[in-house]
Every structure is written in structure tokens, then in C-alpha cells.
């Protein structure tokens, strides 16, 4: 989920620091996590340089609600989603006159929403890499499909021609290859819309996105107000603590969870596997960790909180510090991530094991423990099964 083009390059350039460099071991961190229960997931995929974390994110949601139900485990077609997610981007950006977020980015919603349209192929069959390379690289592609936007919007003609999303679409089956009206799995044939629903038996309709924001009623729907939502899905709103309420109680049921949010923050450290936020106010940190703080400049004492060489007590999350940060833009839509189990570390706090993206180079092997802290106050919204909201949520959502 990528907010602006401007996030979109430091990502891609972030991304391709990641993967070249390899950080299994050059870092450790303090931290000894024992795992309370983990879900099955299939293999960390490597989105590498594209800004399309939300399509890795809910194919590897999807992919364990398949082992969940029994279905073989089956690596999804990123690309397949992507594909359709941008043509219909498209069409909505010219009746926007391109005021529309538009480029790699997206939701969860996007892969509801391409699953009702255009169904699922598997990555065998749709791989999306027809411009020379065996992994993502999406700045030509995203650069030229916004320059062929700009052009269409201009509208020199004086009215739209019936061929601008013909050559639209001329441009992603270039690049990620022609669309697929069927195709064997099996020795079968299929098509996309029958494989999704009819042989993998996913509905759609099961899937929900949930949040936690004060400007709008809590146990209501609202179209969240973040670039790449550019659908104008509407999603939940629910108490802050019923969100850990959500994700243990799915957890537990054997439900994983699709995590959209925030990790422009300096607790969040992929080379150490770890997502946490400090208490800053060193006042109120106990013992040694305060007098060892005391007298230090401020890069001295970031240096010491995160540097990950041991547990930190971490701050309150309040929905009023909640939403002051999303309403100053310091909680944003720039990741997604697949969470797919509890642990806690040596002093007995609670974290959540996620699976990312961006490939086994890290010392969790793609892995990393995001603490219930982070999971508050940095989540911008998350898609679950509807299943798994407890009974007395399910109530007031009218579920």
C-alpha cells in the first residue's frame, strides 16, 4: 500500500537495499521469543522492487485459508491481481479526471474485489515477468502506464476515444503477459472465476477489512480515508482493544489475518526481526535503563533504545494518540503483511509472528515478531475472515 509515487521510490529503493544485502548474519537482537501458536503459511515470496506488498500480503492470506479448509497448498498469482486491479484502476481514474491515487499500490479490497471479477490463476500460470527479469521490477511499468493516464485525461481530442483502455491493457499484457480465459490445473481445464470459487471454494463475501478510528462511529462502516483505498471501500470500525480482541480470537480459531499499516517507524527493524515502540519518556523507564540514559544527548540515547539488545518497555496506545497520528499522517498505508501466529519474548510480552515479503533475508528468514504495541498503534486496517469476530462484536457490527 503505497501512499503517494514520492513513497512509492523510497520504497522501491528500500526494497532493492533488502534484497541485495544480505542481513542473516550481520545482526542479532536480546530477544528470545517462544512461539504460543503458529498457523500454517506457504513460502516468503519476494515482491522485490514493485510497490504491490498488498497483493503478496492477501495471496498469502489466501493461500492459508486454502490449507485451513483442506485445499492443496497453492502458490496465487500476484500478477493476476495486479493486472486486473490496475485496468480497473484505470477506467476510474479517467472518471476521476485523475484525481485519484494511481500507481502499484492497493488494498485488501482489491483482492475481494478481483476475485469476484476475474477469479484466481495460480503463479505457474500467470507469472507476470514477460520484460526480461525472474523477479519484480515494476519502475518502467509503473512509470509508463501513468504517463499513458496523463495523456488520456488531457483529453486533447475533446472526447474519449474508444481505444484508450484497449492500449491500456495493450501495456500490462506486455509486461505482465495477455489475459487468461482459461486454463488447465490438473489436467483440467478452468477458468479464473470457476477455480476461485467453484474448485478452491473461496467466497469473497467472507472476507471483511476492520480498523479502529475515532472520526467516524465506532461499530459502523466508513470508506477509510487512505490514497491506495482508491476503490472507496467501506470497512468496520471497532473499539481499539477489539482489534486484539479480533486477531487472538482468529489466531485461535486457525485463522491468519491480513495486516495493513505502517513501518516508516524506527521500532520497526526488518534486519533484527522485530517491530516495537519504545516509551520514550525516559522518565518513566525503570531502573538502570533510566540512569544509563540520563546526560545523553538524543541520538545517543536512539542509539541505545533501538538498538534491539534487549526487551523496552513500550508506550500506551490510546485511540485519542491513535488517531491523532493517522489525522497527521505518521500512520499511513505503506505495507501489508500476513499474520500467522502468537509468541511471546523472555519477560513474557505478547507478539505477533508475520510473514513479509521482501524475501529470507533477514535473521527470521522473512519472518519478524511485531509487538501488540505496534500491531495498535501502526495498523491502518486488516481483512480476516468474518467468522472469526467474537459473538459480542459480530452484534454491534451486524454481522
Known sequence: MIKTVLTLIVVLFTTVFINAYSQTDE??????FEIIKELKSTSVKNQFRSGTCWSFAGNSFLESELIRMGKPELDLSEAWIIRHSYSDKAIDYVRWQGNLNFGGGGGFNDITNAIKKYGLVTEEVYAGLNYGTDKFVHSELDAVLLGYMEQVIKNKNKELSTAWHYGF????????????ESFKYEGKDF??????TDFLGLNPDDYIEVTSFSHHPYYSEFILEIPDNWALDAVYNVQLNDIIDIIDNSIEMGYTVAWGGDVSDEGFSWNHGVAI??????????????????GLTEEEKDEIIYSFEKP???????????????????????HAMHIVGIAKDQNGNKYYKVKNSWDTTNIYNGFLFMSETYIKYKMTDMMIHKDVVPKSIAKKLGL
Not at 545482526?27 to 528470545?32: A, D, L, R, S
Open 169 to 180: 491493457n495493450g501495456i500490462l499484457d506486455a509486461y505482465l503477459g495477455e489475459n487468461i
Open 277 to 294: 515502540i519504545p516509551d520514550v519518556i525516559y522518565e518513566e523507564t525503570s531502573g538502570t535503563d533510566k540512569e544509563r540514559l540520563t
Open 191 to 196: 477458468t479464473p472465476k470457476i477455480f476461485a
Open 312 to 334: 523496552l518497555k513500550e508506550l500506551e496506545i490510546t485511540p485519542e494518540l491513535r488517531q491523532k497520528e493517522f489525522d497527521n499522517y505518521n500512520i499511513t498505508d505503506d
Open 27 to 32: 545482526y542479532t537482537n536480546g530477544y528470545e
